[in-house]
């Protein structure tokens, strides 16, 4: 089974940058999504990158800031975060979904569609 591990996090002050990271053995067939959540807050979708990188998705409230990427000869998913604020603050998780390679293929945020988690990085963004 996949199991999903995250690195990366932080403390940044407002402004600055952090690049996590996601990573399993045979992560290459997996497409893979970033949520977050924030104390009190629901985990919101953040981003998706399918299997082999060519479809990303992003929520509006990451656009032109972050960016997911990944390399699939090291297994491992990126999400570079640009620009931070403290509303980004919250722990990040990845996940992945079983299914067929057509499943992989294509991009959701919606965390209903996913069943393998991450234990998550906490980012705190703050002066």
């Known amino acids: 089974q996949l199991q999903l591990v995250e690195s990366g996090g932080g403390l940044v002050q407002p402004g600055g940058s952090l690049r996590l990271s996601c990573a399993a053995s045979g992560l290459d067939y997996y497409r893979v999504a970033w949520f977050r959540q924030a104390p009190g807050k629901e985990r919101e979708g953040v981003s998706c990158?399918?299997?082999?990188?060519?479809?990303?998705m992003y929520a509006e409230s990451v656009k032109g800031r972050f960016t997911v990427s990944r390399d699939n000869a090291e297994n491992t998913v990126f999400l570079q975060m640009n620009s931070l604020t403290p509303e980004d603050t919250g722990v990040y998780y990845c996940?992945?979904?079983?299914?067929?390679?057509?499943?992989?293929?294509?991009?959701?945020?919606?965390?209903?569609?996913?069943?393998?988690w991450g234990r998550g990085t906490q980012v705190t963004v703050s002066s």
């Open positions: 996940a992945s979904l079983r299914g067929t390679h057509v499943v992989q293929a294509v991009c959701s945020t919606t965390k209903f569609a996913y069943d393998l």
């Open positions: 990158i399918n299997n082999s990188g060519n479809t990303l």
